[in-house]
């Protein structure tokens, strides 16, 4: 099953260098495509399994067979070629070349790990009302400055940006670490330390 990148149909900047109006801009792009791309989501989780859509009702238990799926049948790692290690290495300082490697998702598998960040991102808005899509283009240091990020209103700013969140799971797989319950774990993660934060 052909899975497309979400991709804006317009040209970017990196985020670091967009304006506040072009922050928003690809925001509200990026906010009315969700629908879509859980919907495409669900049909590859069906087409590939055989199992019905209706597992990924975004409720916090549907996280295990999702990450179960992408684990099982989805993530495929693939040797990086020299050159992109060398133009990685060349361009970042010398105390974050350790953490580089070798091997990476490929094309096809970053394309729903990206949906899946989305996929968790929603179940975790649906389950904390107070939870709403995001943007932040200051301070410029902050790490997903001008990216779309769940937010909550409280001064707390709690801050959770889908794709970074996954690719700390991507590392994982890519190292060899196959735990099926890991996108629970991150969703349970997250939820405790914001319902906890709301009741001190």
């Known amino acids: 099953m052909e899975y497309p990148l979400m991709h804006p149909p317009f040209e970017i900047k990196d985020f670091e260098e967009m304006t ?3 922050a928003r801009i690809h925001f509200e792009w990026y906010v ?8 495409l989501l669900k049909k590859a989780y069906q087409f590939t399994t055989g199992r019905s859509e209706k597992d990924l009702d975004c409720s ?8 179960e ?41 970053q394309a729903v790990s990206m949906d899946v ?44 940006a889908p794709a970074h969140k996954l690719s700390i799971l991507n590392y994982k797989l890519v190292d060899g670490q196959t735990d099926i319950s890991g996108l629970y774990k991150l969703y349970e993660f997250n939820h405790r330390r914001l319902t906890e934060e709301e009741e001190d």
């Open 20 to 22: 506040k109006k072009e």
């Open 32 to 39: 009315n495509e969700i629908p879509a791309r859980i919907e």
């Open 60 to 67: 916090p238990e549907s996280l295990i067979p999702l990450w």
């Open 69 to 109: 799926w992408f684990v099982n049948d989805i993530a495929e790692v693939i040797n990086r070629p020299k050159e992109e290690i060398e133009k990685e290495l060349s361009e970042t300082p010398k105390w974050v070349h350790e953490f580089s490697r070798a091997k990476k998702l490929s094309f096809h598998s």
């Open 117 to 160: 960040g989305v996929y968790l991102a929603e179940t975790l808005r649906k389950n904390i009302e107070s939870l709403f899509w995001g943007f932040r283009s200051t301070p410029k240091s902050l790490y997903c400055v001008n990216r779309p990020i769940l937010m909550d209103p409280s001064d707390r700013a709690f801050i959770f």
